[in-house]
């Protein structure tokens, strides 16, 4: 039988192995998450009443004195009884369900160097949010892989994911760019993450900044279009850095935006390359700071290797943007 896991008014039935923070997505209750492994610390929440099984978390994101002093990763933790949660941020409220669609691979295509764009036909629409991601289960395996989606929420059936191969990868290497061919069936899960614009009537409308290193780009493409349909004349500045010419991609794509919304700028940097390319050279959040004297009253958002995104961080503060509204997505190697 099933314990129950109550946060604010909302009780949801978690199966004995269920983690807690799978058990309140499926039932469409939002709670906060990220990498949705344990390596973030996103999901962690203080346990008031009632035990939890801590499983795989990892000491360096849940401490023992955190564990002591009852708090759990929600991702990691299985009931034990029936318990009472509490969390910051709104945890509670309804979300998209996250749901196992069976899809069918539409498209392949290479567009930049070991970078794959794969479009993904699904039996009936996804709910999600621009910015989230899905999971991916490689054949045959229970290992799943994590996608970011460059679609915005109206594109619900076809799902366009950006993959650059990872030597020895399992889902990459050994899959997606091995034999993974058009018409195969595939396990998506999804919607997941906390990389989302606020709602159309909480959205002040202010000017963004976005910075994706690679294949970051894709869910900056989803926010930014999802953006620019609330209002084509937001200013919006986004900074795509990659290693050389033969990274980037989409350059098309971000024309027409350019074109049509007189406000978005986008901005390629390559780190590289110095000299011999017409692009900018050095690293994305440096050409931010040489770009934008103040970001007062700005929104920032960061999708890529830490090491970036913690450099996105401190350049966003070095120019005054309120740190409540500086959002982050890391992409870090899969878990082990």
Not at 247 to 267: I, T
Not at 320 to 329: Q, S
Request: with cysteine; proline share 8%; aromatic share 6%.
């Amino acid at each position: 039988m099933p314990f129950t896991a109550t946060v604010g008014d909302r009780e949801v039935p978690c199966e004995p192995d269920q983690p807690m923070l799978d058990a309140f997505l499926r039932a469409g209750v939002w709670m906060p998450n990220s990498c949705n492994q344990g390596t973030c610390g996103t999901c962690k929440l203080r346990v008031v009443d009632g035990d939890v099984d801590h499983r795989d978390s990892p000491a360096d994101t849940l401490t023992e004195d955190e564990r002591a002093a009852g708090l759990a990763l929600a991702c990691q933790a299985r009931l034990r009884s029936n318990v009472v949660v509490e969390t910051g941020g709104g945890a509670g409220r309804a979300t998209h369900p996250l749901r196992d669609l069976t899809a069918t691979v539409r498209e392949i295509e290479d567009i930049a160097r070991d970078t794959r764009r794969l479009r993904l036909g699904l039996p009936e629409p996804l709910a999600f949010h621009a910015g989230q991601y899905v999971e991916l289960t490689v054949p045959g395996t229970a290992v799943r892989r994590q996608y970011s989606l460059a679609n915005t929420a109206d594109e619900d059936k076809v799902l366009e994911l950006h993959v650059r191969s990872v030597p020895g990868g399992a889902a990459t290497e050994k899959w997606i760019f091995a034999d993974l061919t058009v018409g195969e069936q595939v396990q998506v899960t999804g919607p997941l993450g906390d990389f989302v614009l606020p709602p159309a009537d909480e959205d002040d409308g202010g000017p963004m900044a976005l910075i994706g290193g690679g294949t970051g780009l894709a869910p900056l493409i989803g926010l930014a279009r999802t953006a620019l349909a609330r209002d084509p004349n937001r200013k919006i500045v986004l900074y795509h850095g990659v290693r050389g010419e033969a990274d980037l991609y989409d350059l098309d794509l971000m024309a027409e935006l350019a074109d049509s919304c007189p406000n978005f700028a986008f901005l390629p940097v390559l780190s590289h390359e110095p000299g011999n390319s017409t692009h900018r050279t050095g690293f994305p959040t440096d050409r931010f700071l040489e770009d934008i004297p103040s970001a007062r009253g700005w929104s920032g958002w960061l999708c890529g290797p830490p090491p970036m995104v913690d450099a996105g961080v401190k350049a966003f503060k070095r120019r005054r943007m309120a740190p409540r509204v500086i959002h982050r997505e890391n992409f870090t190697p899969a878990a082990t």
